[in-house]
Structures are given as C-alpha cells and as structure tokens.
C-alpha cells in the first residue's frame, strides 16, 4: 500500500449471508407451501363438479396446474422472477375469483363459500410472501453488489494515486460496471420498502375480498326455501325450441337428480347456487304437471313439479337463460323441467 492512499477494506460477507439464506429459504417455502395450498382447493373443487362446467372447467384446471408448477419452482430454484410470477398468479386468480362472484363469468356464477374464503385468503397470503421475496435482494446480490462497490472504489483509488493521473472522474471500469439499469431490478429494495408495499396491496385485497363476499349471495348454510314468493304463479316459456318452467319472474326451474320426490338433498352451499323454490305455488297457463310442496331439513317449504324438487340457479342472470341445464355440480345432475304441451 503507497503511504497516503485511503485503504479500501472488503468486509467479508459470509457473516450475513448465513441469517439472509436461513430468512429467504422460510419464504420460499411459505409461499411454495401457500400456492400449493391453493391449487389443491381448486383441484378438489375441479374433481367435485367444476370439471363439468363449460369454460370454467378447463380454466380451473389450468389454473390448478399453474399453481402446483410455480410452487414447485419457487422450492426449487428460489428464483426471485419466479416469485414474483408467484405472486402475480395468486392475486389474479384472486381477481378471476372476484369477478365471479361479483358479475359472473363464463355464465358461471359464483356464491360465498367457506372453500372460496379460505382460497381467497390463502391467496392473499401467497402474494404477500411472495412479493416480499421477489422485492429483496438475495445473499449472492447482496455480495455482488458489495464486491463491484469494492472494486470500483479500489479503481477510483488507484486513479487518485496518480497512476495514469489524478482526475477525480470516475474510471471506464466503474462506469460500465454499474450499466444495469435501475438498481432494485437486479439487486432489490429494502425490507422496510418491500414489506410496506407488499402489505399495502395485500390490505386492498383483502377488503376488496370482503366487500365482494359481502355483496355475494351466502353459501346457503340453512338450506332454507328462498327463491320465488308463495302463493305466486309457475309459468312456461320456450327455451331453445323447448317449453320449460320458470318461476314468475321468468327464471328458468331445475330439478336435481339425487332428490326424491319427498325429500331434497341439496342443502349447504348446494343451495347457494341452486336456491330452492318456496311453496306453495299455483299453476299458470300452460302449467300441466302435479304441484305440490315438501318440507326442507331445516322446515322451510320447498315446490315441487311432477314430484322434482324445484330451483333457481345463480349462475341465470335473468329470465331466457339456462347455465345451469346438465351440470354435473354439488353431487349430482341438474336438468331444466320441461312442460309437456
């Protein structure tokens, strides 16, 4: 060392690198753990009915495989890219999640449900942990970043010694070294930054989550008769060159194959996409088949037509339509009721 020259001291990384590798490797597995955790609710969800739903089936199932793929990649690489493509996943399949039940999709529409709202929270979580990773900067940036500041101070010594001159100007070396764009892109933000806006967006999920499941029709947890006035008229109208019956504010009626002529089967979140028609009800014009009424598990009155317990489903935004004719959903079959004429 020439006397008079500033020491340039490389402190030895390998003290920090240590709790940094233990700190990162429990993120990675959260939320690999948390994405996993998601994929195996949509996957039983797909298994269970959503398999038979036009469109919604085949995208449920690519969202399950995407979700098992990127959590085994997060495990294994730890790639902050893919964290971060992690992270993106799990909050639009939460915004997919959203629209559903806000508006329906697909002519799918979706209720509050105990699986929706633990997915959902899940998902919020997985964000959360996974953008927090992909925000900070690793052990290998960190030691990069401190060894190229090393080097580039050591250069900017040299020049100031004298050698080649004493121009206080950055030397070529550093210049092209710190070329990379803007710094949190290869080596992160802070932890406080990343924590601030991973939990800042994760709290506007979580209330716009709220605010949907509110607004939603409930998971229909009592079972209860909801859908049609007692006393009011059956109807019939064409759908598809078919006479159907509706109720009398034209929404297409269902009958589900598993029930019995005294005894409905649909009950829970069942009857939050399927809301079971209250009795008793009259026959209007056109109206040829036996009416009568059950009673319900939890006592309410439920119509039935030609010994088929009746409902509306959710996923029927208005009178015409028929999203829910031959869905393979909550156990069983469900078929619209046709009128014979």
């Known amino acids: 060392m020439n006397p008079g020259h500033d020491p340039v001291v490389v402190r030895d990384m390998s003290a920090e690198r240590t709790p940094a590798l233990g700190w990162r490797l429990l993120l990675r597995v959260t939320g690999a753990g948390l994405l996993i955790a998601t994929a195996a609710i949509h996957l039983d969800l797909y298994l269970t009915g959503y398999n038979s739903i036009p ?12 979700a098992f793929a990127l959590g085994g990649l997060v495990l294994v ?19 997919g999640y959203l629209l559903t039940v806000q508006f329906g999709l697909f002519g799918f529409r979706e209720v509050r449900t105990t699986a929706g709202i633990v997915a959902g929270i899940i998902e919020v979580l997985a964000f959360a942990v996974l953008a927090f990773f992909a925000a900070t900067p690793g052990a290998g940036a960190l030691a990069s970043r401190s060894t190229t500041s090393a080097r580039v101070a050591a250069a900017v010594a040299a020049r100031r010694g004298g050698v080649g001159g004493t121009s206080d100007a950055a030397p070529r070396e550093a210049r ?41 029709s409930g998971s229909g947890a009592t079972g209860s008769a909801s859908s049609g006035t007692s006393g009011a008229e059956l109807k019939t109208t064409s759908i598809g060159g078919m006479t159907v019956l509706v109720n009398s504010a034209g929404r297409t009626l ?88």
């Not at 469109?55 to 995407?66: D, E, H, N, Y």
């Not at 730890?78 to 399949?93: D, I």
């Open 55 to 66: 469109t919604i089936g085949p995208l449920f199932l690519f969202q399950v495989i995407a």
């Open 77 to 95: 690489t730890g790639s902050r890219l893919v964290a971060a493509l992690g992270a993106g996943f799990a909050l639009s399949t939460l915004g």
């Open 176 to 216: 092209t070294d710190t070329v990379r764009g803007p710094d949190w892109l290869w080596a992160g933000v802070s932890k406080p930054l990343a924590a601030v806006g991973a939990a800042a967006v994760s709290v506007v999920a979580l209330g716009l989550l709220a605010g949907a499941l509110a607004a939603a």
């Open 254 to 341: 269902y009958w589900f194959a598993p029930d019995t002529s005294s005894k409905s089967v649909c009950n829970g979140s069942c009857a939050g996409y399927w809301p079971p028609v209250a009795g008793p009800l009259k026959a209007g014009a056109g109206v040829t088949g036996t009416l009568a009424t059950i009673t319900r598990a939890d006592g309410s009155v439920q119509e039935t037509y030609d010994g088929h317990p009746l409902y509306t489903y959710v996923g029927d935004s208005g009178p015409g339509q028929d999203h829910g004719n031959n869905l393979n959903l909550n156990g069983g079959l469900w078929h619209i009721v046709p009128v014979a004429g």
